[in-house]
């Protein structure tokens, strides 16, 4: 069974900077659409960046990141990052990676893989 390993997270002063990555443990596609989530304590999981698979290399962010954090792939090692600056205290959340989109139509039903989460804490 191919698992998602996360490392990097952590805790940082508001204002800092912290990386994220995520790496299979085992072979899976490199050209999947993939993503990072977050989940606050006491609030729903939310998508923080996708990037588009299949060549297509698109990125989004959600507004509240947009200008501070940068997802990026390496396809030859098939890892994830996500990079994250000028980070808030509403930042803090465990941050969890996700393989291999799967569509209903141009929405997104599920993923295939995901990490098993790791704490951000952004405090002063």
């Known amino acids: 069974e191919v698992r998602l390993v996360e490392s990097g997270g952590g805790s940082v002063q508001p204002g800092g900077s912290l990386s994220l990555s995520c790496q299979p443990s085992?072979?899976?596609?490199?050209?999947?659409?993939m993503a990072w989530y977050r989940q606050a304590s006491g609030k729903e999981r939310e998508m923080v960046s996708l990037?588009?698979?299949?060549?297509?290399?698109?990125?989004t962010y959600t507004d509240a990141v947009k200008g501070r954090f940068t997802i990026s792939h390496d396809e030859t090692r098939n890892m994830l990052f996500l990079q994250m600056s000028s980070l808030k205290t509403e930042d803090t959340a465990v941050y969890y990676c996700?393989?291999?989109?799967?569509?209903?139509?141009?929405?997104?039903?599920?993923?295939?893989?995901w990490g098993q989460g790791t704490q951000v804490t952004v405090s002063s």
């Open positions: 996700a393989f291999c989109a799967s569509y209903n139509g141009d929405k997104i039903s599920r993923f295939e893989y």
């Open positions: 085992g072979s899976i596609s490199n050209r999947c659409t």
């Open positions: 990037i588009r698979g299949q060549g297509d290399g698109t990125k």
